[in-house]
Structure formats: C-alpha cells, structure tokens
C-alpha cells in the first residue's frame, strides 16, 4: 500500500511540475486519471511521437469576391508548438499564424501515440457587450472511436475549455487504423462548427498508399458552407439561441470559392491545395470531407470517373466508379483518379486524354451560388500536365 501511495505521489508532482513548466498561467482542466497517468509514462518512455497545440479564437477571413467574413476557428504557432497563454490581440497576432477556415491539417500515422492541447485563447473581434464572449470549446476527433474523456462532448464526463484554459487530448492510434477523419469543436455545434471550428485529420499507415492501394499525388478537399450574416450577427450581439435562422450564402472548397477572374489569388483555383495538378500516367487521391447546416454537397468531376475506395476511415470491400458523389456533412470519401499516358497513342478523338484543363464542382446548384453570384462556390479544376514537364515542375 505505502508502495502505491509513493507511486501515486512521483505521479502527482511530476504532473504537476510539467503543467508548471509549461506555461503555469493556463489552468489544465484534468482529465481522466488513467489517461492522464498514460500521457506521463509514455511522455517518460519517449513514446510520445508529437504533441500538437491548438488555440482556439475568431477573426476576419477574406474571400474571393473582397467579402470578410468573420470566422472561429482552430490556429496553432509555427509547428503546432506551445507558446502559452493569449491574452491580448496584440500576443495573438506575434505568436499565433493568422486564422484560417478549415483549420491546417493535421496527419497521424498508424500505431502511435499523439497529444493534441487545446487551449482556448479567447474572442477579440466581438463586441463588448456580445454574449459569445467567454465561451468554451472542445475538439471532437470525428470518426476515431475514443473513450468518452477523449471525445470532446461537454461534461461527458469533463467540462468544456474556456479562455486560459487548456486540456489535453491522447490518441494512441491503433495499427490497423487509417483514412481520412476531421476534428470539430462539439460544443453548440450548429453555432461553432459552421463558425468555422474544423480541421481534416488525416492518419496514415505509410506515405502514398491508403487500404494497400498506391498513390502519385493527394489532395485533401473540405467543402462547407457559412451564414456571413448570421456571423456577424453572433459577433455583434451572440444570440446563440437563432440556430435555425442559419441561412447560408457562401459555400466553399477548403475555405475558398471560385471566382470568374481567374487569375484572382485567392480563388480556388489558385491555391496549391486545392488546384489538382496532376501528370501523365499518375494515380491521384482525393481525400473528400464535407460539413454543413443542411446543403448535401454533389462532387463531380468533368471528364474523371473517380474509383471510390473507403469512406469515414474504413475501406469499401468493393471499390466503385463514380463521377457524381454525394457527401453530407461529416462524411469522408477517399477517390483515386487514374489519370490515363497521355503519350501513349489516342485511340478515341473526343475521349479526355491529353494535357489540359477540366473543372470540378459542386452539383447541387445552390452551393455553385455565392454571395449571390454563380459560381463563386466549392469549383476547381484538374489541371492535367504532360509527363515531360513532371521533373521541372514537380
């Protein structure tokens, strides 16, 4: 019994002299004895692979067509490293990378151990009187089966994190798991996902392969939609109780829409994780998430029947071809696209081989509509090059 006692006691203090060295200013909401004990040892072991920290906060996201649009969301500093509390716009901005929607990705790979920390760093964007101020967050890991003190629910069985709060999330990812998750904060989650609040996870078995098939290329897609209205009105006033007053007018392919001026930075287009660049003879995955209030997306690529392969982190014991796709809000899809030798000899004069461009876009009419205007939505393009320019602009 003494033994336990002294055991439980090196517990306690080194747990506590690591929340002192790490930033003593942040209160940890503690978590669950066992899992917490299982951070320490594997911390102690070395078998801890990369612990990851998220702040959470609010801020303006630019769009295309000049709109700023105010979002929450998940940031992180340079390497996801801890740099403490933020307490002010000014700390925010020095350490902290500006806000973006979705969150950057972030990828696990199979059989190891991760630490994920939230921190909540606060909303300075609101009004002073806004009843979103002070609000608390967690982060879902959508699609991993965790015990409930990993799950990111509120009080099942741990409270949600408010601002200079932090708590600290283990995932110890089984071998035999991979594909294409997200995270998402879990609290009013109308309001604070399509707030902003996601981010695509991606876990992974070795690079370039996925449920034993190989890949050249991978691009991962996270279309969405938001309310800039509703927005702004939760910034100003933070009426959290208008969920279904949720109307949205932009919809978009990882935080961006297209726009017609195509040589505008900020479209789609023009962002190298969403533009599908790809060469002759190579085999490209698409990694397909979605969220949203109640728009079904509708994947359709022109002129590329995609081999759909696993869907939500589990593979399909049949792949199938499809060109159309319908994705709801918390699916994942993982595509494969062959893209055919475009120097081997055509055997078919109007058959998509050859160099070029083809665009791929949302079918449901209405997410093609943005701000009012089509189609600044969730459209980008494949822009197939040929395999003799592969090494000079790879």
């Known amino acids: 019994m003494k033994k336990i006692h002294l055991v439980w006691s090196f517990f306690c203090v080194m747990y506590v002299s690591l929340a002192i060295a790490a930033h003593a200013e942040e209160k940890i909401i503690p978590g669950k004895e066992e899992v917490e004990k299982g951070i320490l040892e594997l911390n102690i072991k070395g078998q801890i692979e990369k612990e990851f920290h998220l702040y959470v906060t609010d801020g303006y996201q630019e769009m295309a067509d000049g709109e700023m649009i105010y979002f929450w969301g998940f940031t992180h500093a340079k390497d996801f490293a801890d740099v403490g509390e933020i307490k002010t716009k000014d700390e925010r901005y020095a350490k902290l990378l500006p806000l973006k929607v979705p969150g950057d990705e972030i990828r696990l790979t199979s059989g190891r151990n991760y630490v994920v920390v939230l921190h909540n760093a606060g909303w300075y964007e609101t009004e002073e009187h806004s009843g979103i101020n002070h609000v608390a967050h967690t982060i879902h890991f959508h699609g991993l089966d965790l015990i409930p003190a990993l799950d990111g629910v509120p009080n099942l069985p741990y409270p949600s994190v408010f601002p200079g709060e932090i708590y600290r999330y283990l995932l110890t990812i089984p071998e035999d798991i991979e594909g294409t998750y997200m995270g998402h904060c879990h609290v009013d989650s109308t309001n604070h996902i399509l ?47 208008r969920g279904l007053d949720w109307n949205s007018n932009y919809f978009m392919l990882n935080g961006r829409i ?22 002759d003879g190579e085999t490209v995955l698409i990694r397909l998430l979605a969220l949203g209030y109640e728009h079904i997306f509708a994947w359709h690529p022109h002129g590329f029947h995609g081999l759909v392969i696993g869907t939500d982190g589990r593979k399909f014991p049949f792949a199938y071809e499809k060109d159309t796709l319908l994705i709801g809000s918390g699916e994942r899809y993982d595509i494969l696209y062959k893209i055919p030798d475009f120097s081997s000899k055509r055997k078919c004069l109007s058959c998509n081989q050859g160099p070029g461009i083809s665009i791929a876009h949302d079918h449901n009419m209405k997410g093609m509509v943005s701000g009012g205007i089509y189609p600044h939505g969730p459209m980008t393009i494949f822009d197939i090059r040929p395999k003799k320019m592969t090494l000079e602009n790879k």
Not at 234 to 241: A, F, H
Not at 258 to 279: C, E, G, Q, W
């Open 195 to 241: 707030g902003g609040m996601y981010f695509p996870l991606i876990v992974e078995k070795k690079p370039n392969e996925i449920y034993g098939y190989t890949f050249d290329r991978e691009y991962t897609l996270f279309m969405s939609e938001v309310d800039s209205e509703y927005m702004e009105t939760l910034r100003e006033v933070g009426d959290i109780r």
């Open 258 to 279: 297209f726009m017609d001026n195509l040589a505008h930075p900020l479209s789609t287009i023009n962002d190298p994780k969403t533009r599908i660049v790809a060469y």
